[in-house]
């Protein structure tokens, strides 16, 4: 299963290059530049549904009755992915921003919420590296998850809440009418599937990393059990 | 039904497994000691019974409570004594008592017959940061006590206390089963505790080698 | 009923030794003060800057303040382990959370009058529709205050809290320092038709923050 | 000789802390850079404001950053009281200054890097006299650093040095922040001949704090 | 010539006499035992030595050094096992020694013998900060040892050391003479301790009461 999203995501990458780069007209205003937003847009819509899968395994590790290790695991992957989709639209962005609006940034309530985001969630994750019993750290970062979500909304909205330079939604404003046709469509839906398919094929790379990293931490907590009962004063950490 | 119920209980801390398996029972009015050696986990075992830090695999109930489910509930019925104070460098004696008897939802007049059982009588109006380390050690025993606990557990409390101190804690301690408490005390004052004990086990590695030394 | 009981007891503990130390009035304030002149002298005044930017930078300068004051919170707790004593008590989590963050709220109510009468005084603002900032300054800082107290908790224990705090602390309040410094500005501009509905959203914010502090404190409480 | 031997052992120690503790790079740096933003929020960007009065944030940044840095210098020292242990090993005061002051620059020049980067490319700030920048920083480091060093000791063993810290430091250090903020504001402009009188400043204000530091440590340093 | 010499010395800890007037001589290769309720001024008073907190009143010399004069040249020749270790959270119980080593300026294989001595030998790489509250009084106890000092300060020593720490404190204390190391011991466990002392006093409200006790 793993190995067939991860073909899929590699021939969705594939058919992104070849229609972002050649099958996509350029645009009437932008040229060529307007290419980025094949990264740009599927990067930051990836971004939110990563934070989203995050909070809401975090929620589900809240629930008692849901509570499992496996939510926990989800979560931080998911916000590590995150984080780095975050990162990556951060970085397009402003590499489109600098031929288009001639800065490489702008205080713009869009591009300040997206980078409130970006650390927010750097935060959550140096969070998680606080050692703890899991049950206990897992409550704790589910928390500090939840909490964060506030966010996304927040960076969605903010061209409707603000006066903003960056562009209002064109395809997921309230009227819920795309404002984007043709191929440059297409691609912009090849794009999302194929970024979608890596996100996949990341998550379940990175969790199972998780569960071999849990396994070795079992392993050597079974070798601490033993060396620490067989007599041995002291302590190995 | 035994008050702590513990089997083959492992706790980290950090990735360090200070218990390591212990097996343990505390009956109704026991007096248990725990003995052994320094980094073996008295300490980390009493936290545990406190419900201050969780455990890692294992049985372990208290108050019939499972702890994996609910460390809080049990805890009004117990006290610890630490290796420090738990109070408020800027609160008097006395007030760090009040704030305790009131957290705890207690009435009466608990709190100036603790202070007489504790010998801190003439300090009730010092505040906590200009205490010696034995005035210290009085007062952790006296927030303890003013909650009337069923169930006293006290982490070498000896420690620094002066002769008349020790005989304080001795009454405390000795009184403990006819007030309806019961204590357990971890202490390396093998001694004077050995007096005092019920039940005698020692903790090594972070498991429990019971030596089943009945005294009375 | 026992909830408030408990949360008033913990927020007068706290008080308490807020008034006996006098950290809150002795030291936060000079330093809110100072800051609010540094902020001046950094911005080189003769431009009217000042003036146009005093709403945003009076807000900046009491989250600096509210990180000091948090800090000090918990960093009471830390001390001579009081926080597993609290914890002992067996203290609702809720009523813990509720009572911190009610003193916080209160030190910070108390710092923000000062604060503001030398914001007015030393950059000359003119106020005009005071309703709006009484409206919006309680909503602010209960907003700080709530997250201020679920953020120290979650770092509190941790050995860096002192630095921990403030980076996890400033990206969540950055809402609500927004939404302060725009409903300031409509405010003192005298148009307070633009500032309503900020103060709507620090309130919404306050009120869903203080909400899920009061349910999720108590596992933050718990933790290790 | 001896004086440098000693230095070098104190800061090799509190930065062989700082490198297992990472609270430098992990958490001052990324509260710098929101502060940064916050910075840019609160003063509503769009009048090309921010290029302007970048040099000023920046160094208040750094300022604010350096308040956590010496704060956590000396939270180092108070647990299990160290302190006590450092001054029964003997070490001369004048080197326990120099060597706390060194590891105390050293993280702030390394932050000041990462931080100004994040600046020029956030601010949208031209940088054209380098050299005066790369005078007038280490200057201005050296100096925050060694009054620093110096208020944190004072305030060391202080219950509450937490707060009592910025209030210290801030007015003293309002001459640090001006010149280093001319400095820049001439360098970024191109104006060096602007710029050098207040590098000279900078430079005779480190000078002096770090002599001064070499001869009064050693008082602050015994007293209890 | 006496290593300690206080005549009538007032110390004020805030605007609390806790040494109100102490008359005390330390001959060298004694080993004095500090008795005496909690809250009398032992730590008050061996912290003064140290010249760790300023005299108010009287003579007070040590090592021959007026401590009104000057509290920091007699240092290099003392050490003090104070209520805490005086050493850094993040640094290994390695790392702690090594620095209070290269600061005192000694050269050569002291730590590793010192270590020995105490029962560290195991927890050389553990950081101070996940050490038991026994293992931090050796750590305590090898770091005033690593810097060889002519005075060594104990003050209560003893609390929370099992009997293998015991024996090492033990071992150290009497074979100080015979390493020509005076000391100077506040205790609580007289048994223990009157074994070791040379000489005993007992301090009261912030006074000595000597008893004039003799051993050997
Ligand atoms: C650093 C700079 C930038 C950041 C942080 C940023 C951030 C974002 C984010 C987070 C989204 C997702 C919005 C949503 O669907 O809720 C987005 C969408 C978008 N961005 Fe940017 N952006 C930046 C620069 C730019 C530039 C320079 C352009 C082009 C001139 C641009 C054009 C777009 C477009 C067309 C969308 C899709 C809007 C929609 O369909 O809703 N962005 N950007
Ligand atoms: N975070 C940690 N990482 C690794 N080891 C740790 C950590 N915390 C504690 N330890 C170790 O776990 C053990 C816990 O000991 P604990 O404090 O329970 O001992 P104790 O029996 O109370 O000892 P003492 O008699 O000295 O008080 C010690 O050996 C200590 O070195
Ligand atoms: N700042 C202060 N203000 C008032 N009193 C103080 C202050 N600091 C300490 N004290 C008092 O001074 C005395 C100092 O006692 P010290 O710590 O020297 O006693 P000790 O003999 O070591 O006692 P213990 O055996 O309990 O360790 C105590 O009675 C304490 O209450
Ligand atoms: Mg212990
Ligand atoms: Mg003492």
Redesign the pocket.
Known sequence: MGRVIGVGAVIGVVALCLFGLWGAPPDDRQGEAMRLLYLHVPSAWLAYFAFLVTAIASALFLWPRTRSIVWDRVAGASAELGVIFTGLTLVVGSLWGRPIWGVWWAWDARLVTTAVLFFLYLGYLALRRVPGEPVASGKRNAIAALIAFVDVPIVHFSVEWWRTLHQKATVFNPELSARIEGVQALTLWIAVLAFTLVYVYLLDRRYRLAVIDDALAGQALARAIRTRTGGNPGETT | MPLVEFHSVVCLLGTFPALAGVDLQVEPLDVLLLEGPNGAGKTTLLRLMAGLIPPHSGEARVFGVDLFKDRRSARHRLALVGHETYCYDDLTVMENLQFTFKASALTGTGISEVLERTGLGA?AA?RHA??????RRRLALANALVRDPELLLLDEPHA?L?EEGRACLHEIISSAPSEGRTVVLASHELELSRQLASREVRVQSGTIVDCARENL | MRLWREASLVAGKDLRIEARSRIALGQILPFGIIVVILFAFALDPDSGLLTRVAPGLFWVTVLLAALLAVGRAFAVEEKSNARDGLRLTGLDGSAVFLGKMAAIAAELLFLEILLGTAVVILYGVEVNGLLVLLAAAPAATLGIASTGTLYGVLAAGLRSRETLLPLLLLPVLAPVLLGATRAFEGGLEGAPSDAWPWVGLLWIFATFYTAFGVLAFGTLWEND
Do not use: I, N, R, T
């Open positions: 300090l010092v200009h205490l010696s380390a034995g005035q620094g002066d």
